[in-house]
Each structure stands twice: as C-alpha cells, then as structure tokens.
C-alpha cells in the first residue's frame, strides 16, 4: 500500500508546488500533446521548474532543468533556438547583439561541488542556430570575506 501511496502523494505535492509558483512564465508545446509550463526563479535562485502536462491535463512530471547534463546537450553548431528554450526554458534578460548578428540567452546556474554560482550562456546566430556557449562564473557574485560579511 505504501508503495503506491507514495507516487501519488508525490505528484499531489508537485501541482501543489505549481500553485505555489503561481502563473507560469512561458507555457511551451511537448510531445504527444503534452504542454511543458515553466517556473524561472532567475537570476538569484539559479533554477527553472518545467512542469509537464499530459493531453489530459495531467501531471507527468516536474523538473529542474537547469542542470550539467541539460547544458551538456546544447551543442554549437547543431542546436536551435526552439531546442535551447524547449530544454532549459526561458532566458534571463535576452539580448539581441545586432552588430554580431546574435541572439544571447543567459541562464543563472549552479553547478554541484562549485561554490561560485555560474552563468550559462548561449549565442545564436539569426538563422536560430547555437554557434556558441559558455559557461562562466557569475559576474554578479560577491564571495563573502572570512568575516562572513559580503564585501562592498
């Protein structure tokens, strides 16, 4: 009983955890006509929440997409715009770069065993095509000092 019971309380707090987020920033097509709303908490959470609706309207699942191994399939060269978003969700602040001729698509991230919280960011080139991305420390950060106080 408890096998089964556990799954289903899983899911009740995932739609939970939904309402909580209230609206979602971006609600995207999946496949076999699921629907894939998203729950950016950028720039200062460093996660985005995708929840994925079957055709019937119900919960599939809910994932953190902003992970080593979703920016690990985001290949230059290959990847498209609508691959980038449908992976990790909306951007924080887009850029249009129109002497580049580029689209740029930064994502607040953290990385596991890296203290420093890092920026994801990717550069497309106005056919939507993925020509480059990095992965760099956030700029914004401030290490605290041995105090414990953030310098200023």
Known sequence: MKLILAPVAALLIAGCAAQELGE???????????SVHYYPQLPYGHVTYAFRYGSDGKLIAKEQ????ENIAKVEKGRSTSKQVRDLLG????PVKQERMERDIWTYPMRIAGYPTPKWFVVQMSYDGVVRETYLLDDPRFHAPDSTGSIPR
Not at 24 to 34: C, F, K, V
Not at 90 to 93: A, D, L, M
Request: no cysteine; aromatic share 6%; glycine share 10%.
């Open 24 to 34: 979602p920033a971006e609600i995207r097509p999946g496949p076999n006509g699921e």
């Open 65 to 68: 997409r902003l992970t080593e």
């Open 90 to 93: 909306p951007p924080y602040q």
